[in-house]
């Protein structure tokens, strides 16, 4: 069956879980964390994103955001093309480092925010990284320290997360607090991230209710939330919602970057596509593979079809830079 398409606009709640292909490690040492947040962070600024919530795990990571104008899709093609690339080169390691799509979960809000931050930030502890709450209050790899005020970044928004438990914030930083450590013998809590109508719903046992007193809901794999939730919001991805930056608009963008480029450059889009070895064509060339894998988020694929190249053509111009 076709997985569906992503459902996103400006100003959508995301849970978003990224893991290791074959559930390989995506960080091996402080080095590789610190990549991947700097980048997060980095991006998040440039594509107006705001996160909640984050756990960076040692094969996989999950993030709670509301995605900017640019959208969800160019935020975290740009955030795994170019964390792969970066790993890949460091390591000396070829292929994927990601399974090959990235879960999304469209969330709603006011049941759910709550929960997923504290699902989220208490990933550490339930796969025993620290050993109690208070060593997860100062722990680095987990947006809970930020929410404390024991750490700080300036890409995480904690303002907004302490409001759900508080005016003050000495109070709201308690009550956050408090309710992370009422979360703790919940245990994994899959309806939050299992499928269909199970996650919509909040689990077996509210289904069994529902089907016993005749009620129907729907469900969607896509979508955390009520019935009403989800009819709501595919009614309005009949219509409004699609990608921000669709495979086509991508390939656009891409188009619009090389010619632009070769112009100033004074080269032939012909003669950068021919396999020319001239070194003017072969340095046009190596600064675009960059800029459309990094600043674009183009698939390595594809910009080897832009620029005549190999795939492992452009990823060895991607391994060499500097």
Known sequence: MPRGARLDVPGTLHHVIVRGIERQKIVDDEKDRDNFLSRLGTLAKETGTTVYAWALMSNHAHVLLRSGAAGLSTLMRRLLTGYATSYNRRHRRYGHLFQNRYKSIVCEEDPYFKELIRYIHLNPLRAKLVDSLSKLDHYKWCGHAIVLGRRSNDWQDR???????????????????????????????????????????????????????????????RILGSGKFVQQLLEEAGGKIKHQMSNTDLVKRAEEEILNFCQKEKIEVAALRSGSRRRAVSRVRSHLALKLVDKLGLSLAETARQLGLSTSAVAQILRRRQ
Do not use: C, H
Not at 184 to 202: A, F, H, K, N
């Open 159 to 221: 303002d907004y997360v302490l409001k759900w438990f508080g005016e003050k914030e000495g109070e709201a930083r308690k009550a956050y607090w408090q309710f992370m450590k009422n979360g703790i013998d919940q245990g994994r809590r899959p309806e939050l991230v299992g499928g269909g109508l199970i996650r919509s719903t909040g689990g077996w046992s509210v289904i069994k209710s529902k089907g016993r007193l005749g009620a129907r809901e729907m469900g969607d794999e």
